[in-house]
């Protein structure tokens, strides 16, 4: 079964930087697209980034230029590099992927920027 497994979150300060992971199995990691999103407390989930099979990627426009999104299919797993972090990037972050037209989550991993 997939599963899909977040980690490196933490409490950092206000322009700090914080490298998530999130660790893939029970599906051919290399061909699918796999997705960031996070949710702070009283908002919508929303997507931060996202990476194709090809490597292509695109991140939203209030990360842009801050986080980056990056994949190693030889360890079936995404990353998200976070750098310059402020208290609006404190939210519960997930990774996400596809499979058989149903759409998988992780558990999600707490980021909390707090000086």
């Known amino acids: 079964q997939v599963q899909l497994v977040e980690s490196g979150g933490g409490l950092v300060q206000p322009g700090g930087s914080l490298r998530l992971s999130c660790a893939a199995s029970g599906f051919i990691f290399s061909i699918n697209a796999m997705g960031w999103y996070r949710q702070a407390p009283g908002k919508q989930r929303e997507l931060v980034a996202i990476?194709?099979?090809?490597?292509?990627?695109n991140v939203a426009d209030s990360v842009k230029g801050r986080f980056t999104i990056s994949r190693d299919n030889a360890k079936n797993t995404v990353y998200l590099q976070m750098n310059s972090l402020n208290p609006e990037d404190t939210a519960v972050y997930y990774c996400?992927?596809?499979?058989?037209?149903?759409?998988?989550w992780g558990q999600g991993t707490q980021v909390t920027v707090s000086s």
């Open positions: 996400n992927t596809v499979k058989s037209g149903r759409l998988y």
């Open positions: 990476i194709g099979s090809n490597g292509n990627s």
